[in-house]
């Protein structure tokens, strides 16, 4: 059989999956004798590719006379060359890799012909998990689709009653309208906390999403009003900058501040934010998160400012369900409060002394979290999912903690609902504790 040409095709085909890089390589050579110059060729290229090395690839090619569109998509993905890879998904898609083809649709734009490609490859194995996640991952970056979160949240001094609604609506060439909307109904709960407050907050808003190769950005605006009426900006920027490293800029005007209870409902915050991730291996992430900002009241009163940051490393134990991640973490806030004048929060305040702002504090604690995709993404199965937040609190010197829990899955298809009940013994800075119940719809259209 060592004789047979077809024979030892098949078989170095197959081998090289399951020995070492210098056995095989020696075996190869071996078989060079009896090995056709093509077959002996795409063996060397299928080897090299299967070790990701680049460089001897590409001379390999060159040296060829005719190279496999395989190959060639396969190089290009390599060297993003998007040109090329749009050129061979345009003559030969059909006889492509399926995951070279995804890749490639992705990367050069053709999100419409990357969804076909998944569909058309779950109709001819609906049991493949790798196409089955490809699928959702398209869909919860690219697909049309409506969010709505309502609830009841009970904080120290509060009790909501909130909707928050959220409309995507992909336009083409990677562009989507944006439109969101807030409607809150508040009620003091302890008359220690609150004098006043206003009985109702809302938000309107609309925006533009811009998705790219390597990240997004976009640009919101509309107006909110609680205890006075204000117009909020934001802007959002997310960039992979290498296949290890990813960073997210934030700035907004009129942003939303839960730092406090009174800033929940009186007030808001001017901010600067910058969170970078970088990735040691697959399952391991580093993460740093660094705020400046600047509080006012819904009057536009000055109120103080704040830095604020969180240093954190993520394990994801697995990615399928059920997901377990362990992050340890660092919390920190240092602000400070200017209470020459309240604005429209002074009326709400028992006390004038009372602080607005929260107090210095920071944490150290792990997040612990179970099963989470079922609680945010488009999954097909209902089941639980839970986390746990144990911490120290170094501004009261005592350890406290948080959880979450609930359940998700799919609803009618092609959606997902989750029930979800929260709890939390301090609030940043504050005292606060906080428990919420709601429910989260999200729907692709």
């Known amino acids: 059989l060592k004789e047979d040409g077809e024979f030892m095709q098949t078989y170095l085909g197959v081998r090289m999956f399951f020995v070492g890089a210098d056995s095989f390589e020696q075996e190869l050579l071996a078989a060079k004798p009896v090995l056709t110059p093509a077959a002996y060729e795409e063996l ?10 680049d460089e001897q ?12 569109p395989w190959i060639r998509l396969n190089l290009a993905l390599s060297f993003d060359d998007e040109t090329s890879q749009q050129d061979l998904l345009y003559r030969y898609y059909r006889t492509l890799p399926l995951g070279d083809s995804l890749a490639a649709a992705q990367n050069t734009g053709q999100i419409a012909l990357a969804q076909d490609l998944v569909f058309e490859g779950l109709q001819k194995n609906e049991k493949s998990v790798p196409l089955y996640d490809q699928m959702r991952q398209l869909h919860n970056e690219y697909a049309d689709y409506f969010l709505m979160e309502s609830g009841y949240l009970d904080r120290t001094g509060i009790s909501q009653t909130f909707s928050e609604l959220h409309n995507s609506y992909y336009l083409a060439r990677g562009y989507s309208f944006e439109a969101e909307a807030f409607i809150g ?27 790219f190769a390597r990240g997004f950005y976009q640009f919101d605006m509309g107006v909110k009003e609680s205890a006075d009426r204000y117009n909020y900006f934001s802007f959002h920027y997310n960039t992979d900058v290498s296949r290890r490293l990813s960073v997210e800029l934030f700035v907004d005007k009129g942003s939303k501040a839960d730092e406090s209870v009174y800033l929940l409902v009186g007030g808001y915050k001017d901010r600067i934010g910058l969170q970078t991730r970088y990735s040691l291996l697959e399952s391991s992430q580093i ?11 819904d009057d536009g009163a000055y109120i103080g400012s704040g830095i604020s940051g969180r240093l954190d490393f993520t394990y994801l134990q697995r990615s399928a369900y059920p997901d377990i991640s362990i992050t340890p973490y660092y919390t920190f806030g240092d602000y400070s409060e200017d209470k020459s004048s309240r604005g429209v929060i002074e009326p709400m305040l028992n006390f004038p002394d009372t602080d ?13 979290s179970y099963g989470m995709e079922n609680r945010y993404n488009y999954v097909r199965v209902w089941r639980p999912f839970f986390s746990l937040s144990p911490y120290y609190n170094g501004r009261q010197a005592k350890y406290n903690y948080g959880f979450s829990a609930g359940i998700g899955g799919e609803l009618f298809g092609q959606d997902n609902l989750s029930l979800v009940v929260e709890y939390s013994e301090s609030v940043g800075g504050t005292s606060d504790q906080l428990w919420k119940t709601s429910f989260r719809y999200k729907i692709l259209y």
């Open 44 to 53: 060397s290229l299928s080897f090299s590719l299967r070790e990701n090395i």
């Open 356 to 368: 607005v702002i929260s107090e210095d504090f920071w944490y150290a604690g792990v997040d612990l």
């Open 185 to 211: 109904s508040n009620v003091i709960n302890d008359a220690e906390v609150f004098k006043s407050m206003p009985g109702t907050s809302t938000a309107w808003g609309i925006g533009v999403k811009k998705r």
């Open 57 to 68: 690839v590409h001379q390999m090619a060159k040296a060829m006379t005719k190279t496999e």
């Open 287 to 297: 993460g740093v998160y660094l705020e400046n900002a600047e509080f006012s009241s």
